[in-house]
């Protein structure tokens, strides 16, 4: 029977306490929110910077779906690049400091095009073994070999680049690792891939908005050159609060990507509203720096608080040398994060438990995100409710 072996691999799922669910959330996203019919103090979103729910950017969205329509009706290539689109794909280069940008309907697409464009067989892609899935599956895609390191270790970086005899090589990492929150040491990386004739490919997914100067990223925050062989790849539905992505980085791998990319020619182009909303996200982005420092604040109030009440539940909270949104608390067995997460929603607490295969294998986590919509009695209400649960 066609349906033995998927009863039997659900079961198995949930046997080891990896079994999926959704959640019907019922309310604009925000810290105070409401999930199956009940008001929950959300601590699982990646709207670092308070904007999904906007007023000017929702406003942006119906403008543009007033001017524009609702749909783009084709694929960039065949009509449904509009004047928003350009502005957007503009305004990104000159933001990030790179000559030129394209955009994508997910960072998910965004990933699976830039990998598979500049490597190939024969080729080697050299990736940190932390990175997000989107670039182990764009890794896989483009056929070249797939060497991974160990997290952040660029001394077997080194290694693996030095033993390749690779015609093309690719550098490909997290700027913010996404179930740790922990930074890659991009001035080291391009470092590397300067000496070794390697492209530095680097997903911005949590960076953007949220780190450097006016939330430029995390090439600006590490004040890595606009050099040709580096590629950047940032999202909007996070810090940016609405949803796509860009890549950015020399006019000829724009180009190439225009003209190549699956992800890009073989979909349709995200609603032209949709551009309309990110450009005045990014309008507030570069003027946020209150915001910045209010998700700071709160991500200093969480570590300060946390810190003493982990080591005394063996629990780790991960150290940062640059602080993100990201706060995981990794509490090991997948039953026992389970058993947390359940126990902190009695008190009216929604903090997602990450098992494998997200992460590895006895690190499931708790996986805090703070925003700067969070108040600091939100995040007061989330340590008093980790300090009952002994
Ligand atoms: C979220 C995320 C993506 C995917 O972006 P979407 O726009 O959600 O498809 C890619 N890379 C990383 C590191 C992410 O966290």
């Known amino acids: 029977m066609i349906y033995d072996e998927i009863e039997q691999q659900l079961a198995a799922l949930d046997h080891q306490h990896l ?159 996404s179930m740790d929150g922990d930074v890659a040491l991009l001035p080291a990386l391009f470092e590397l891939a300067e000496r070794y004739d390697a492209w530095l490919v680097i997903d911005d997914a949590h960076g953007f908005g949220v780190l450097g100067p006016q939330g430029r990223g995390s090439l600006a925050h590490f004040a890595i050159p606009a050099s040709p062989r580096v590629v950047l790849m940032g999202t909007f539905g996070k810090a940016a609060g609405v949803a796509g992505a860009f890549v950015a980085g020399d006019t000829r791998v724009v180009e190439w990507l225009v003209n190549t990319a699956r992800s890009y020619i073989f979909t349709t182009a995200a609603p032209p509203a949709v551009s309309c909303a990110v450009l005045q996200s990014l309008a507030l982005i570069e003027q946020g720096d209150s915001l910045r420092a209010a998700l700071q604040a709160r991500i200093a109030q969480l570590r300060g608080g946390a810190a003493e009440l982990c080591r005394q539940r063996g629990w780790q909270l991960a150290e940062q040398a640059v602080t993100t949104a990201i706060q995981p608390i990794v509490v090991g ?58």
């Open 19 to 177: 079994r999926r669910h959704r959640r019907v959330v019922d309310a604009p996203v925000g810290p105070h929110t409401a999930a199956d019919g009940k008001a929950l103090l959300s601590f699982c979103s990646n709207d670092y910077l308070g904007l999904a729910a906007h007023p000017a950017i929702v406003e942006a969205l119906c403008a543009g779906a007033r001017r524009w329509g609702a749909g783009s009706g084709a694929s960039h290539l065949v009509g449904g690049h509009f004047r928003p689109h350009e502005e957007l794909e503009e305004k990104l280069a000159e933001f990030v400091g790179l000559p030129r940008a394209i955009t994508f309907s997910t960072g998910y697409m965004a990933n699976l095009a830039v990998t598979p464009a500049l490597v190939g067989r024969g080729d080697a892609v050299f990736a940190d073994r932390l990175n997000h899935a989107s670039l182990i599956d764009a890794a896989l895609a483009s056929r070249a070999e797939h060497k991974r390191y160990a997290h952040n270790d660029m001394a077997a970086l080194e290694k693996l680049l030095a033993a390749s005899d690779a015609k093309r090589k690719l550098i490909l990492t997290d700027a913010v690792f």
């Open 333 to 390: 067995e997948n039953k026992k994060v389970l058993d947390v997460s359940r126990a902190l929603e009695a008190q009216g607490l929604w903090v997602p438990a990450i098992r494998p295969p997200t992460v590895p294998n006895g690190t499931a986590r708790l996986r805090l995100s703070l925003s700067a919509a969070h108040r600091e009695a939100d995040v007061a209400v989330l340590l008093a409710a980790l300090e009952r649960l002994a």
